[in-house]
């Protein structure tokens, strides 16, 4: 969602965004947790391939949703609702 779409959203739309984005994001934790885990496993089991490379792709792809809770972030400090 870019920054256009948040602006035009009530403050109480805005703030059930960010619970979600709360939620999302401890729930990405352990997930990043979770699959550094599974690396930290192959890596001590000498098996290099697809269990190394699958986490490693979805840990970059959980951190890349970040770009959007940093734009929800600057429309809820714009309005003061953080």
């Known amino acids: ?3 256009k779409e948040l602006s035009e959203l009530t403050d109480e739309e805005l ?3 960010a619970k979600k984005m709360k939620s999302n994001s401890i729930i990405n934790a352990v997930l990043i947790g979770f ?3 599974v690396i930290f496993y192959s890596v ?3 098996t290099w391939g697809l269990v190394t490379l699958i986490p490693l792709f979805i840990i970059y792809k959980l951190m890349n949703q970040s770009n959007d809770d940093k ?3 600057e429309v809820l400090k714009e309005r003061n609702l953080l």
Request: glycine share 6%.
């Open 35 to 37: 699959m550094a885990g």
């Open 1 to 3: 969602m870019n920054q």
């Open 44 to 46: 001590v089991k000498s």
């Open 15 to 17: 703030l059930i965004k």
């Open 71 to 73: 734009a929800l972030k």
